[in-house]
């Protein structure tokens, strides 16, 4: 939800609010920025501090103290969120709006659903807490420009996962034929899992090649592996440099065939037909 979208028509109360929560170049709205960071990263601690139980032995009521600290300030501060906006509908189903309503529901959920039979459900909802570091994202100054350029490189990425989706499968089954069942290439998808894991170069190690040929291959998948992780940077990376000229009014370039030969006054691209942003 962009600023220009939640800025209150009135003045008063609500627009005070507004400037101190919304408008982050004013000095209260800085400090109150600030204020929040330090609250979300003390209380994702705390949460990571309680799932240890030696701490949680020693220092659980203090824990959960500073718990419901975190939630009432969470809890205040949708509140006067959701007030201050003129389309408060519309800001509580924006991705923010879902974020901050998660970062307090949970322990209000977890008192409805006391006892011993509930643990499991308990757990999922204590961690669901954690999400609060998602409110960080808010405050990265360059997350407009990020989402943008992923969004218009999603096309691209789309087709380079399923060109490595296939390479996978078919080396996949290759290694099937050519390995021993002793030495874990027991079915194709074990075999799948093993390619996976050498191509991303994590190497767990829980399976290995032991014939000539399946080295050969395997030094093969881990040299593609290289060179396959440095694709989507590469996408991404130019994505990023064309919504920054974008930005800064520069290079009119089209997200379909990133052509950058286009007239100022042009509304399509003269070569594939996109809509020029």
């Not at 291959?217 to 000229?245: D, N």
Request: aromatic share 10%.
């Amino acid at each position: 939800m962009s600023q220009q979208d939640s800025t209150p028509t009135q003045h008063g109360f609500r627009a005070a609010v507004h400037r101190v929560i919304f408008g982050t170049d004013t000095p209260s709205g800085k400090l109150f920025d600030v204020v929040l960071i330090v609250l979300i990263g003390a209380s994702v601690v705390a949460v990571m501090l309680d799932s240890i139980h030696s701490v949680k032995r020693d220092y659980g009521a203090f824990l959960s103290m500073l718990e419901w600290i975190f939630t009432i300030a969470f809890s205040i501060e949708y509140i006067l969120r959701v007030i201050s906006v003129d389309r408060p509908l519309r800001y509580a189903f924006s991705f923010y709006g879902i974020v901050d309503l998660l970062a307090t529901i949970p322990t209000y959920l977890s008192l409805i659903l006391p006892g011993s039979q509930y643990f499991l459900v308990i757990r999922v909802l204590r961690v669901l807490r954690i999400f609060r570091v998602l409110k960080l994202v808010q405050f990265v100054g360059e997350s407009q420009l990020l989402t943008k350029a992923l969004i218009a490189s999603r096309h691209k990425i789309i087709v380079f996962l399923f060109f490595v989706c296939t390479n996978i499968v078919i080396i996949g089954s290759i290694m099937y034929l050519v390995e021993q069942p002793d030495a874990g290439f027991s079915s194709i998808p074990e075999s799948i899992y093993w390619t996976i894991v050498t191509l991303t170069t994590v190497g767990y190690g829980d399976i290995a090649p032991v014939t000539p040929l399946g080295k050969f291959l395997a030094s093969f998948v881990m040299i593609l592996g290289y060179s396959i992780l440095a694709v989507p940077t590469g996408i991404v990376t130019a994505e990023i440099s064309r919504v920054r000229k974008d930005k800064m009014g520069g290079i009119r370039s089209c997200r379909r065939c990133a052509s950058e030969h286009n007239d100022d006054d042009a509304n399509y691209c003269k070569l594939c037909g996109e809509k020029l942003p």
